[in-house]
Nanobody, 122 residues
Framework: VQLVESGGGSVQAGGSLRLSCVRS????????VGWFRQRAGEEREGVAA????????YYADSVKGRFTISQDNAKNTVFLQMNSLKPEDTGMYYC?????????????????WGQGTQVTVS
């Protein structure tokens, strides 16, 4: 599986961005997909995750109610809609894909990663 993110950029606090991640390769509807971020000087953390088929979603407490993970499976694309952005949301955002059957915000659920897209909130 290959993952290519886009949609990062600079935005003022309170603004919105939508990140996109195009997946290629074999995809199972039971696969887990997610978004991670890494802030300067910190470890990478999971912010949102879901099964490819949809349904159950997982969000970090810090983004609940502001971020939404969604998918367009016809286009093999995963989105992260980010609203009410805060300066502390600044970081590199990575798309991740995992195998079937289990999903969550931990990195152990994922085996493929994109190159990342930078989000800066001022």
């Amino acid at each position: 599986v290959q993952l290519v993110e886009s949609g990062g950029g600079s935005v003022q606090a309170g603004g919105s961005l939508r990140l996109s991640c195009v997946r290629s390769g074999y995809i199972d509807e039971r696969d887990c997909v997610g978004w991670f971020r890494q802030r300067a000087g910190e470890e990478r953390e999971g912010v949102a995750a879901s099964y490819t088929s949809g349904g159950v979603t997982y969000y970090a407490d810090s983004v609940k109610g502001r971020f939404t993970i969604s998918q367009d499976n016809a286009k093999n694309t995963v989105f992260l809609q980010m609203n009410s952005l805060k300066p502390e949301d600044t970081g590199m955002y990575y798309c991740a894909a995992g195998g079937p059957g289990s999903c969550g915000l931990g990195s152990l659920f994922f085996h493929a990663w994109g190159q990342g897209t930078q989000v800066t909130v001022s």
